[in-house]
């Protein structure tokens, strides 16, 4: 079997792994059904590239494994990854949440003072009213976990420096 098929192979597998339709691919690519049909059953002279990255971008699957077979086929997505995805945030909101992470629990809190300030807030409890209420929870619990991690990090960097 070549090349083509095997990557034809490995893409309807995950595709379906993923529960999404042909057509569905075919739309968010802007390409008729039959050239994702042509793809997964390995019946092209060259490989549709713009598709496979745009499928494995979106969908966070690793692209050696659709092309290789190496690997396995989905890749470790970070936690701002799934919030960005989830609330559909824009790539400065991701560039500020991936900061926000980063910064030990005293910067976040100052940060967070400077902010409700800023907004005309005068304390979290009327804000918290104000606003999606799991929304936020999901935020400030993802948030609270990567921080965990990032100070883990960054006590470990230090003891082996």
Same mark, same amino acid.
């Given at each position: 079997m070549d090349n083509t098929k095997e990557i034809g192979k490995r893409f309807q597998k995950i595709r379906k792994e993923l529960k999404l339709k042909q057509s569905q691919i075919a739309e968010e690519t802007g390409v008729s059904d039959a050239?994702? !049909? =042509?793809?997964?059953?390995?019946?092209?002279?060259?490989?549709?590239?713009?598709?496979?990255?745009?499928?494995?971008?979106?969908?966070?699957?690793?692209?050696d494994w659709i092309l290789k077979g190496e690997g396995e086929p989905i890749k470790e997505i970070s936690t701002v990854d799934k919030l960005c995805r989830?609330?559909?945030?824009?790539?400065?909101e991701k560039i500020m949440l991936e900061n926000y992470t980063k910064?030990?629990?005293e910067e976040? !809190? =100052?940060?967070?003072?400077?902010?409700?300030k800023l907004l005309g807030i005068n304390n979290i409890t009327s804000y918290a009213s104000s606003t999606d209420s799991n929304l936020r929870?999901?935020?400030?619990?993802e948030v609270d976990e990567e921080n965990s991690k990032n100070d883990i990090d960054k006590s470990h960097n230090i003891r082996n420096s």
């Open positions: 050239v994702i !049909k =042509n793809l997964e059953g390995g019946r092209t002279k060259s490989l549709n590239m713009p598709i496979i990255n745009y499928f494995c971008q979106k969908y966070n699957i690793n692209i989830e609330y559909n945030f824009s790539e400065p910064l030990s629990n976040r !809190k =100052n940060f967070t003072n400077y902010l409700m929870d999901d935020i400030i619990d």
